[in-house]
T-cell receptor
Framework: QKEVEQNSGPLSVPEGAIASLNCTYSDRGSQSFFWYRQYSGKSPELIMFIYSNGDKEDGRFTAQLNKASQYVSLLIRDSQPSDSATYLCAVNKAGGSYIPTFGRGTSLIVHP | ETGVTQTPRHLVMGMTNKKSLKCEQHLGHNAMYWYKQSAKKPLELMFVYSLEERVENNSVPSRFSPECPNSSHLFLHLHTLQPEDSALYLC??????????????FGPGTRLTVL
């Protein structure tokens, strides 16, 4: 089992819809969870982080964490074509040095 | 200069060349990272430095040699590379490694092509 798993997609949604991106992780002791957005040919940029179970909202973005089920998701409301990118999930493993592990990323396409 | 910078942005080299990638962070962070990102593949962590000490080396071939002279600078020395080493090399930094909640900030990357 891979440490951090994401469906590679592409996930295609119409403009204005809600895009739902999911990520599962294997290390039950993981502490911190991050979502990065990466446009083609560019470097990843942080969108959100979440540490506690439940939802965390920031503008059109909502991160959801369920440690019991070991998944974290990112919801994008009112999707725009400019949201089209690859979304990377990263998880900080527990114990010693907290070195993040990245998932493969999910490609999102928002079409007009 | 702000954030994390990398030079050069693009590099083309032959298999017998020696070159170096440079990363500089202006954020006062204590941890720095090198990642490799190949087409259609996830980010591969190569090296991690915390307070100038290497704390992680993910079985990277010896033709890649990192150097961290201080907490603001990180180098990746390249020699005798192979065509399959062609990729986007990303540098990142974070406040530290001990807290577990530190966000990584990425540089723009160096697009490396090995002929």
């Amino acid at each position: 089992q891979k440490e951090v798993e994401q469906n590679s997609g592409p996930l295609s949604v119409p403009e204005g819809a809600i895009a739902s991106l999911n990520c599962t992780y294997s290390d039950r002791g993981s502490q911190s969870f991050f979502w990065y957005r990466q446009y083609s040919g560019k470097s990843p940029e942080l969108i959100m982080f979440i540490y506690s179970n439940g939802d965390k909202e920031d503008g059109r973005f909502t991160a959801q964490l369920n440690k019991a089920s070991q998944y974290v998701s990112l919801l994008i409301r009112d999707s725009q074509p400019s949201d089209s990118a690859t979304y990377l999930c990263a998880v900080n493993k527990a114990g010693g040095s907290y070195i993040p592990t990245f998932g493969r990323g999910t490609s999102l396409i928002v079409h007009p | 200069e702000t954030g994390v910078t990398q030079t050069p942005r693009h590099l083309v080299m032959g298999m017998t060349n020696k070159k170096s990638l440079k990363c500089e962070q202006h954020l006062g962070h204590n941890a720095m990272y090198w990642y490799k990102q190949s087409a259609k593949k996830p980010l591969e962590l190569m090296f991690v430095y915390s307070l100038e000490e290497r704390v992680e080396n993910n079985s990277v071939p010896s033709r890649f040699s990192p150097e961290c002279p201080n907490s603001s600078h990180l180098f990746l020395h390249l020699h005798t590379l192979q065509p399959e080493d062609s990729a986007l090399y990303l540098c990142a930094s974070s406040q530290g490694l001990a807290g577990g909640r530190d966000t990584q900030y990425f540089g723009p990357g160096t697009r490396l092509t090995v002929l």
